[in-house]
């Protein structure tokens, strides 16, 4: 078994429509699911990503109207890593976010970092790889400028190597010439890397602009078997648990950060089809019985397809 790369990135926001016309209509993602937290049924689930909604691509996020400013601190994602195809997107993502006042540093040659306007970091690196871009469509992104998918995570902790055993071991991970704190993840079809710093002396606060998870890629027949081998050393992984779009499996890791396993499908197209996904409701089947009550209180988001170009 192998895992290929992230899955998706789960994190929070305060103000979903600000949410949605900053990841949809400035960074050029499709929606492609507008649910709830499964956990929480009375607040969204956002899921922006490529076209197709494919894992390895897909940022989404729980709303918690008005939550206060999070940040991070050990055991918690600080940066999201997206990959881009060439040194000339990173200009074209430069002039696009000063002509919007989003402030933005020119890392090197090859890397761009930025904050939504809540105070997540984002980093854009240039990736001449073999794997295959997964892209969106929009109005105002050439499509050769357009962000890839993820090239990893960054994350917090006082002693990475704490969290070696795990990532080697039990999930897979290989290490970075010996270096405890950049591992990589990747199976035949995607990769990407979990990385660890130092972490600052404010510790992390969970709130807008916070990751909540990071998700690795699994294949569907495998699910029952990772669970075994991780509860093997974390007891308290949680069963297999069917998100009805994917089967996950929830654990924090040594050093303390929430890692989901998630499997590659059934996929989005399970309930809606792909020229509607992420333009309406959709609730998996045991929260049907809620849908009167929860237009009702979920917030109102703007329509995410005035700012895509027609799906290609």
Known sequence: MQLEGIHHITAITGDAPANVEFYVGMLG???????????????YHLFYGDEHGSPGADLTFFEY???????????????????????????????????EGIQRDRDNDDELSFSDPEGLRHLLTVYDGPEPPLTASSPEIPPEYALQGFDGVRAYAADPGASAALLRDTLGFNFNDGDDAYW????????????????????????????HHVAFATRLGDQDSWQRRVAEVLPQATPVIDRYWFKSIYFREPSGVLFELATMGPGFTTDEPFEDLGTTLSLPPKFEHLREHLGAVLTPLPDPSVKRAHTV
Do not use: C
């Not at 993602?29 to 607040?43: A, E, F, G, I």
């Not at 993840?185 to 807008?208: C, I, K, M, N």
């Open 65 to 99: 109207p008005d939550a206060k400013p999070g940040h991070a601190g050990a055991g918690s994602v600080h940066t999201i890593a997206w990959r881009v195809g060439s040194r000339e997107s990173l200009d074209f993502w430069t002039e696009r976010f000063a002509a």
């Open 29 to 43: 993602l499709r929606m492609v699911k507008r649910t709830v937290n499964q956990d929480d049924p009375t607040v």
């Open 184 to 211: 990589s993840a990747g199976g035949t079809l995607r990769s990407s890397y979990f990385a660890y710093d130092e972490p600052p002396v404010d510790p992390s606060v969970q709130g807008a602009g916070s990751v």
